[in-house]
């Protein structure tokens, strides 16, 4: 069946770049998303790929996708103390799969 | 952008009452939503599809009948824990897709922390 997989933690400097990175399996998959959640609240949409595209940058985001490889990461420039959270890529093509999220850390 | 909003943000029933969770798009039609469960420190769990006038669609392992869903209307989907006993304590968020927006995006409501005691 589908999968997505992530890594469960980061830890990055204030100022530095975060990467985050996730696999799926689901070669049909028509868009791929990242959601942030921060504590106590729901998903928050970030920003989303369409299955053709390798690279999408919004502000201080920039998605990149290796469709050959069924690899999919999310950059996070000049990262700050907000972006402290917890981070789920997901796969979609009829139904949404998530991953297991990353918890980014933020060191000062 | 579009909202789904969910309501009860957070409810407390006692161990063999039902609870029932809303689920409403709010400025677009849904033809189909989806329900989540997230347990502590884990992914979101699909539970089902929930498609307007048919029956939802559960995913294998989910009991439908005490995870009872409606979608009644387009913009409307409930879901209701029968019986529900404290291993139901779990934080359940439903999603929606706008079928006319320009993409495909899920719109996801605030969750519902279910606490059953």
């Known amino acids: 069946g589908e999968d997505v997989e992530q890594s469960l933690f980061l830890s990055v400097r204030e100022g530095d770049s975060s990467v985050i990175n996730c696999t799926y399996t689901d070669s049909s998959s028509t868009y791929l998303y990242w959601y942030k959640q921060e504590p106590g609240a729901g998903l928050q949409l970030l920003t989303y790929?369409?299955?053709?595209?390798d690279m999408k940058q919004d502000q201080r985001l920039t998605v990149l996708l290796n469709k050959k490889d069924k690899h999919l990461s999310l950059r996070i420039a000049d990262t700050q103390t907000g972006d402290s959270a917890i981070y789920f890529c997901?796969?979609?093509?009829?139904?949404?799969?998530f991953g297991k999220g990353t918890r980014l850390h933020i060191l000062p | 952008g579009a909202v789904v909003s969910q309501h009860p943000s957070w409810v407390i029933c006692k161990s063999g009452t039902s609870v029932k969770i809303e689920c409403r798009s709010l400025?677009?039609?849904?033809?189909?939503m989806f329900w989540y469960r997230q347990f502590p420190k884990q992914s979101l769990m699909l539970m089902a599809t929930s498609n307007e006038g048919s029956k939802a669609t559960y995913e294998q392992g989910v009991e439908k009948d005490k995870f009872l869903i409606n979608h009644a209307s387009l913009t409307l989907s409930t879901l209701t824990v029968t019986s529900a006993h404290p291993e139901d304590s779990s934080f359940y968020i439903c999603?929606?897709?706008?079928?006319?927006?320009?993409?495909?995006?899920?719109?996801f409501g605030q969750g519902t922390r279910l606490t059953v005691v």
């Open positions: 400025d677009f039609q849904a033809t189909t």
């Open positions: 999603s929606a897709r706008d079928p006319q927006g320009a993409s495909t995006e899920a719109f």
């Open positions: 790929i369409f299955s053709n595209m």
């Open positions: 997901a796969e979609a093509d009829d139904k949404i799969i």
